[in-house]
């Protein structure tokens, strides 16, 4: 079946450092969706990228979608405590609707 | 958007039991998903509620185990039957508007088995 990779399982940074996040998958995809969940949290809706190539920025975060729609990445720029969580990405493939979820970054700031 | 009421939001069971778990949505929707999320690991999918049908279960996930009701368009419960701790996870609503738009998820129903 589909199945999306996601690299690495956890990121220990320096607050200020930068943070990136892969997600590979299988097949191509339709779209993908990146989510945020804080300890504790629920995941929470990022973003999603549908088109081949596509770039998307929001402050901080840069998310790109490869040009073969199989790949993705999530950047994130001097990282802050206000960051730590754990990051997913979810791929929705051309043949259904259901979410395909990666495993999951989980991002450490060092204290 | 939607807003998903989830409760109870945790719970200690004792293993035998049986746990009811509630989704409320502030809209209607077609379908509404549940999932499992164990400590420090991903989302599985344990079934898909669709009003007016049978709940849809993913491999590894029966309905003896995990009933689900899906009564209207704006609520369902996944029941966890005859626990024992391996059971013991993070449950976790979630719907999506369209089959193509971000998903919303309730605050998650942490369960512990004794």
């Known amino acids: 079946g589909q199945q999306v990779m996601q690299i690495p399982q956890y990121q220990h940074v320096q607050e200020g450092e930068d943070f990136t996040t892969y997600c590979n998958s299988s097949?191509?995809?339709?779209?993908i969706q990146w989510y945020k969940q804080r300890p504790g949290g629920h995941p929470v809706f990022l973003i999603q990228?549908?088109?081949s190539g596509e770039v998307k920025k929001q402050k901080r975060l840069t998310f790109q979608f490869g040009e073969a729609k199989k790949n993705s990445s999530l950047h994130i720029t001097a990282t802050q405590t206000t960051d730590v969580g754990t990051y997913f990405c979810?791929?929705?493939?051309?043949?259904?609707?259901?979410?395909?979820w990666g495993a999951g970054t989980k991002l450490i700031i060092k204290p | 958007s939607a807003v998903i009421s989830q409760k109870p939001s945790r719970d200690i069971c004792q293993r035998g039991t049986s746990l009811t778990i509630q989704c409320q949505v502030d809209?209607?929707?077609?379908?509404m998903f549940w999932y499992r999320q164990q400590p420090g690991q991903s989302l599985t999918l344990i079934a898909t509620?669709?009003?007016?049908?049978?709940?849809?279960?993913e491999s590894g996930f029966v309905i003896d185990k995990f009933p689900i009701s899906r009564p209207n368009l704006t609520f369902s419960t996944l029941t966890v039957s005859n626990m024992s701790p391996e059971d013991s996870s993070i449950y976790l609503c979630?719907?999506?508007?369209?089959?193509?738009?971000?998903?919303?998820f309730g605050q998650g129903t942490r369960l512990t088995v004794v």
């Open positions: 809209s209607q929707v077609t379908m």
């Open positions: 979630s719907v999506d508007t369209g089959g193509y738009t971000e998903a919303f």
């Open positions: 990228l549908v088109k």
């Open positions: 509620a669709n009003q007016g049908s049978e709940a849809t279960y």
């Open positions: 097949t191509t995809l339709s779209n």
């Open positions: 979810a791929g929705v493939g051309d043949s259904n609707y259901q979410l395909i």
